[in-house]
């Protein structure tokens, strides 16, 4: 039984939530948010955000649902070093530094943090490895939706004047026909994904400044085509309410000159629910592997399997 702690209370902490409170392996030891007069539907202990430093010494993983975009590179470094934590970080472009900053504070502090466990990056990660490794001679393509995304949803939250937003990304299928076909070498990202956001403002919000704040975003919307359409709350939460999502990971290849493709292929009803039952999975596997005196960052590359299993439970896949 480990005693695990989420922090952050949005839709990804609290599919977390109701995970951890159906687990017969985690005892939930409380919600950690910057949101007062919160009460969960569990009857889980909700704390202010900065309590879990007190708390610490009786928590064996965190697991930290926060955006990418601002709180995991300012409170979820904080924590490194201090618990246990596994997060689902998914700026691809910081990803280096964010790894580099979290390894030295974990590893000074004798913990682990285990970063990017999500399903891109994360399976999707782990999948682009496998098949480069098996099929080394080929190119390979990820795509991502039709579907909602967390992160950037998140990011378009965060601007100044926006109430509510949701973005929507949209493979193109121009690229992935090319994909299929072992072509598109040169497929940039602008040329494989749209991006559409659906943004409610607040009343008296400069609207031009919204837009162009969401177009120049490095990293996020500024590498792509965007469309952004502004709407009232109430058709916001009425019309784009669901959380669906999905990708694929296709590589085209030969092996001793003969044509070979592989794919992986997700389609996810609730994308924050999904992301929530990895991130869990591996937080358990995080205290375990701690334990056994494991510390520092680690990426998914680095956790074997059979660590998402209890001790002797893997051989029945051997």
């Given at each position: 039984?480990k005693n695990v702690?989420?922090?952050g209370?949005?839709?990804?902490g609290?599919?977390c939530?109701?995970i ?5 392996d985690?005892?939930?030891v409380?919600?950690?948010s910057?949101?007062?007069g ?7 202990p ?5 309590e879990?430093f007190?708390?610490a010494?009786?928590?064996d ?6 955006g990418?975009?601002n ?11 201090k618990?246990n934590t596994?997060?689902s970080?998914?700026?691809?472009a910081k990803?280096?530094?964010?790894v580099k ?9 004798g913990?682990?943090?285990?970063v990017g466990?999500g ?6 990660s ?6 480069e ?8 393509h990820t795509?991502w939706?039709?579907?909602?995304s ?7 939250r965060?601007i100044?004047?926006v ?6 990304t949209v493979?193109?299928q ?7 076909q072992g072509?598109g070498?040169a497929l ?8 559409v ?10 609207l031009?400044k ?6 120049t ?11 952004i ?9 009425r019309?784009?309410g669901g959380?669906?999502h999905g990708?694929q990971?296709l590589?085209?290849g030969?092996?001793?000159g003969k ?7 997700l ?6 629910d ?8 591996y937080a358990?596997a995080?205290?375990?592997l ?8 680690k990426?998914i590359?680095?956790i ?6 209890q ?5 029945r896949?051997?």
């Open positions: 039984m702690a989420i922090v209370y949005g839709n990804l609290k599919a939530e109701k951890a409170c159906g687990s017969e985690m005892r939930l409380g919600i950690f910057r949101r007062r919160l009460v969960s539907p569990y009857g889980t909700i704390f202010a955000q900065e879990i007190d708390m010494k009786d928590i993983v965190a697991a930290l649902c926060l990418s975009a709180d995991l590179v300012s409170f979820g470094i904080s924590l490194a070093g618990v596994v997060d970080f998914d700026t691809h990803m280096r530094d964010y900053n979290m390894d030295e504070l974990a590893a000074e502090g913990k682990l943090s285990l466990i399903w891109d990056p994360g399976i999707f782990l999948c682009r490895a496998l098949f490794g098996v099929l080394p001679n080929g190119l390979t795509f939706g039709k579907g909602v967390q992160g950037h949803s998140e990011a378009l965060r100044d004047g109430l509510d937003a949701i973005q929507y493979p193109k121009e690229a992935i026909d090319l994909a299929t072509k070498e940039t990202e602008r040329d494989k994904h749209l991006r956001c659906y943004i409610a403002a607040k009343e008296g919000a400069d031009k919204i837009e162009e704040t969401v177009r975003m490095p990293n996020y919307f500024e590498p792509y085509d965007v469309e359409h502004f709407v009232d709350v109430e058709t916001l939460r019309e784009h959380m669906p990708g990971v590589r085209s030969y092996a001793n044509g070979c493709k592989l794919r992986l292929e389609e996810l009803e609730s994308n924050p999904f992301t929530a039952g990895v991130l869990l999975s358990a995080c205290a375990r701690n334990e056994g005196g494991m510390c520092g960052a990426s590359l680095d074997p399997a059979s660590a998402l299993y001790k002797g439970y893997a051989l896949f051997v």
